[in-house]
T-cell receptor, first 113, second 114 residues
């Protein structure tokens, strides 16, 4: 079985400050990890993924995420948040040998000007 | 290259009617996945299809729900005799294969059952 936990329902930061959205996962085998962002009444947009290799993954719009195997975490980060980053963020995991994505419940990010 | 297309974007049905949701994958993608997002929840896997084949429908309710991906045309998710609990956003994703590939999502169809 595989699962994802996003411990924070909401994250609020001021524009220009660092942004972190937390994600921990559980999977029986090697994890493939993903971050998606959802704007109101829109579909999910792919941000980045970890498959193998460097633990620090860089993605779209200045986002990055760090894979930490010992802590089973894959936190999303952005050094300097923008108001336009306000959205709903989903972490997802799949086992290496599976295709089904398991999603967290999502974290609503609000960046205030 | 157009992304994943879904239509309609919004669908209103009365209890007992049928809902048909369509998904056209990205060009070159032959793998389609359907997910459902209930209010205040993350997405839940429903079904995985390749052209003309259902690979995994373990996440789909046994009754009233069916899915297909014909040789020609879009993938269809069909819900018969809808009930209020079917109200949700239904997302389709596609990938070129099922291995390491990223799943790219469409804009979703928001179904409201009155």
């Amino acid at each position: 079985a595989q699962s994802v936990a996003q411990p924070e329902d909401q994250v609020n930061v001021a524009e220009g400050n660092p942004l972190t959205v937390k994600c921990t996962y559980s999977v029986s085998g090697n994890p493939y990890l993903f971050w998606y962002v959802q704007y109101p009444n829109r579909g999910l947009q792919f941000l980045l993924k970890y498959i193998t290799g460097d633990n620090l993954v860089k993605g779209s719009y200045g986002f990055e995420a760090e894979f930490n195997k010992s802590q089973t975490s894959f936190h999303l980060k952005k050094p300097s948040a923008l108001v336009s980053d306000s959205a709903l963020y989903f972490c997802a995991v799949r086992d290496k040998n599976d295709y089904k994505l398991s999603f967290g419940a999502g974290t609503t990010v609000t960046v205030r000007a | 290259n157009a992304g994943v297309m879904q239509n309609p974007r919004h669908l209103v049905r009365r209890r007992g009617q049928e809902a048909r949701l369509r998904c056209s994958p990205m060009k070159g993608h032959s793998h389609v996945y359907w997910y459902r997002q209930l209010p205040e929840e993350g997405l839940k896997f429903m079904v995985y299809l390749q052209k003309e084949n259902i690979i995994d429908e373990s996440g789909m309710p046994k009754e009233r729900f069916s899915a297909e991906f014909p040789k020609e045309g879009p993938s269809i998710l069909r819900i018969q005799q809808v009930v209020r609990g079917d109200s949700a956003a239904y997302f389709c994703a596609s990938s070129p294969s099922a291995g390491l590939e990223t799943q790219y999502f469409g804009p979703g169809t928001r179904l409201l059952v009155l």
